[in-house]
Structure formats: structure tokens, C-alpha cells
């Protein structure tokens, strides 16, 4: 038995949020609820809509995001892991279609299928 020791460090995050937004008015106004109802319950009092793309897309600008604020080369990454629900596609990966669109070409990465 080997006596090395392996561990991962998250050393940067990006974000993205898109920029159309649903608060619970606009539920309130479509099916019966209230915002009270929605935050007693949830916790959210709005929701972010992409208008047109798909997963891979926000999570591109977040990566694009955390190279940009933490001037990290892609070439850096060692790892993405796309944490969704929602996949472009179940191949190739969501997180691969990141990989290659931001030019991390020493990563590996894969979808970890999580929801809320």
C-alpha cells in the first residue's frame, strides 16, 4: 500500500447569473401563489432566466468569469465538474463541451447529476 496522499483544492470560483429575472410577482400573477408562500417554503424570491442556450452555455461564462477575475491560464485547470440536473446532452459531457470552449486542454472533466 502506497503512503501518498491525494487532495483537491478549490483555489477560484467564477459566477454567472443571466440577466433576465422572475420574481414571485410574476408566479403570483400566473398560478395561484404568493411570495410568501414561495420563500416560507423555498428561500427564493426570484429566478434567472437564459432566454436562449443551454447549460453548457452558463456555465462557459462562469468559467470564462473565474479566468478573467483570478487570472488563471486554462491550461491551469486540472478538473471541471458540471454539478447540474439539466445536461445539454447526456454525451458528451457538459463539462467537456466547457473544456473545449474555454482552451483547457490539460483537464479532464464530468457531470455530476445534482438538483436542489
Known amino acids: 500500500m502506497s503512503d501518498k496522499k491525494y487532495s483537491a483544492v478549490v483555489t477560484a470560483v467564477g459566477m454567472y447569473v443571466p440577466d433576465k429575472v422572475y420574481d414571485n410577482a410574476y408566479f403570483e ?3 395561484d401563489t404568493t411570495d410568501e408562500w ?19 452555455d452558463l ?8 479566468l478573467k477575475t483570478h487570472n488563471v ?17 447526456f454525451f458528451p459531457a457538459t463539462a467537456c463541451l466547457v473544456q473545449d470552449r474555454i ?8 457531470d455530476l447529476s445534482a438538483a436542489c
Open 73 to 89: 491560464d486554462p491550461k491551469e485547470i486540472d478538473i471541471i465538474i458540471v454539478a447540474t440536473v439539466t445536461p445539454d446532452m
Open 29 to 31: 400573477s400566473i398560478v
Open 59 to 66: 456555465a462557459t461564462k462562469a468559467a470564462e468569469d473565474l
Open 38 to 56: 414561495i420563500r416560507t417554503r423555498t428561500g427564493i424570491r426570484e429566478r434567472r432566466i437564459l432566454e436562449k442556450g443551454a447549460t453548457s
Open 103 to 110: 482552451g483547457a486542454t490539460n483537464s479532464w472533466g464530468f
